[in-house]
């Protein structure tokens, strides 16, 4: 007798718990627990020759029953498929249709941005509510299970929306920095019989294509005292010749010079001393290779160097960057001795430290190789501007940095200034438990103003977290260090 798969696990429920030996001798019936007789015995496993053994009229029962369960679950099952189906019908039109009409949105944004007619501030406001109705756009429903896992045109529909988004935004932001641009040029009337302007232009005249080039970008960024390696030129390309590449020099970083002197006379450094912009440039050259960047991370770490050991550091290679700097006005090479020690995973640091780059553990170590690459690259920079235009033009470029980054920093100018407010602060604190460093005011001032690394990283870290050196709390003094 044939027992379809679908009937097997009714007959084994319904199989006695514990079988009698009559069962077993197939002597009777295991399901109604009759004498066999002259009745068919199925064997019922798990081998043909031992186990339990069936009759066919229970089997027969038993099959009949599986199948109507089975058909009842099949129409239960059809009847849960279809109200799925008619709910992700539903639910999948209406996303689409969701995602279509934001894309659409996005379309037309893009077009009206090109349009002059349409105001430039209302081109704006555009923007701003694409951007809202984007933002409410929800994440795809998940059909369920008796549909299918993945649909096709709903992964197609937010492929197509990104894209039109990504169209939408270039072009409000290329109609928005043209705009600005035009508005803040000054009116030119001289040029418009160049220009053949009709009678009624008063001097206004807009861009509204502008090639910057490949390289201004880099040197723009330069200005802001953010020093980002440009691509390499490509060697198939065919390139100018020796004089206009000189000339092509001299006039990206004459134009460095001048946006360099124009920020630091906003800042008020003198740079007509020449003392005070070496001093600048050192302490910018730090920051900028140095102090920014990875080294929050190693600093951040659990087995990071403190805000002493930072702030000893710092100073540290502030004089030997000065050093190099002096040194590279005869060889621009000589910058390579910053280099070798900032980068040195191995060196103790200063101010007593015992704590070394390579000693970072756990995920701040992956920071410690970025660092060293960091400091390499930027030096680098400085190297190839003083090769290029010049000492002068160099240590404008990283004195810039100090300026806005780093104003009240040991080696600035106003360092002195930070130092003389901070001794009267100093002298009204509670020092019984601070570092021996700081018992003798008239020393830690003479230490402070010429070299605070020799008070060791202990007493700057007491100084740091106390905010005498900052006038606040010692959240802010960090910033310093």
């Known amino acids: 007798m044939h027992v379809p798969a679908y009937a097997r696990a009714t007959i084994r429920a319904a199989l006695p718990a514990v079988p009698s030996a009559r069962h077993v001798e197939a002597v009777d019936c295991c399901l109604c627990d009759r004498p066999f007789g002259d009745r068919v015995v199925v064997p019922l496993g798990p081998t043909p020759e031992s186990g339990l053994y069936g009759c066919r009229d229970c089997l027969t029962r038993l099959v009949a029953r599986a199948r109507r369960r089975r058909s009842a679950a099949l129409v239960r099952d059809a009847a849960r498929s279809r109200a799925e189906s008619a709910a992700w ?3 999948r039109r209406d996303h689409l249709a969701r995602l279509g009409g934001v894309r659409a949105a996005a379309e037309a944004v893009a077009r ?40 096709p045109e709903l992964r197609d529909g937010a492929f197509r929306l990104d894209l039109a988004m990504i169209s939408a935004r270039e072009a409000v932001a290329d109609r928005l920095a043209y705009h600005v641009i035009n508005e803040a040029a000054p009116l030119d009337p001289e040029a418009c019989g160049e220009l053949e302007c009709p009678e009624e232009c ?73 003392e005070v912009l070496l001093g600048a440039a050192a302490v910018g050259l730090v920051t900028d290779a140095w102090r920014d960047g990875p080294l929050d991370e190693i600093h951040a770490a659990p087995d990071g160097p403190s805000d ?45 430290s015992g704590f070394r780059l390579r000693d970072v553990s756990g995920p701040a170590a992956a920071f410690v190789p970025e660092l060293v690459r960091q400091v390499d690259n930027r030096v680098w920079f400085t190297t190839e501007v003083m ?34 407010a901070a001794m009267p ?29 020799r008070l060791g990283a202990a007493a700057l870290d007491w100084l740091v977290a106390s905010g005498v050196l900052h006038g606040g709390s010692a959240d802010e003094a960090g910033v310093r260090s």
């Open 89 to 91: 019908e539903t639910a």
């Open 112 to 151: 009206l941005a090109g349009d002059d007619e349409v105001e430039a501030v209302r081109v704006a406001w555009l923007l701003l509510s694409l951007e809202s109705a984007h933002a409410q756009v929800p994440e795809a429903p998940e059909p369920p299970p008796s549909v299918g896992q993945e649909d």
């Open 202 to 274: 008063v001097g206004r005249h807009d861009f509204s294509e502008v090639d910057c080039g490949p390289d201004a970008v880099f040197e723009d960024l330069a200005e802001l005292g953010v020093t980002v390696v440009g691509p390499p030129e490509d060697p198939s390309a065919p390139g100018p010749n020796e004089e206009d590449r000189e000339e092509a020099a001299a006039e990206r970083f004459a134009h460095y010079a001048e946006g360099s002197l124009t920020v630091l006379a906003h800042y008020g450094l003198d740079v007509d001393d020449d």
């Open 308 to 352: 002493g050991e930072v702030f000893a550091q710092s100073v540290d290679l502030s004089r030997r960057a000065r050093a190099a700097l002096v040194a590279a006005e005869d060889d621009p090479d000589a910058l390579a001795a910053f280099v070798a020690v900032a980068s040195d995973v191995r060196l103790p640091w200063a101010g007593g």
């Open 387 to 420: 090769r290029e235009q010049g000492r002068r033009t160099a240590l404008l470029h990283r004195a810039v940095t100090a300026a806005v980054w780093g104003p009240e920093q040991f080696g600035m100018p106003a360092w002195p200034a930070v130092v003389a």
């Open 425 to 453: 602060r100093l002298a009204t604190m509670d020092r019984s438990e601070a570092p021996e460093a700081l018992h003798d005011l008239g020393a830690v001032e003479d230490a402070l103003l010429d070299a605070p690394d």
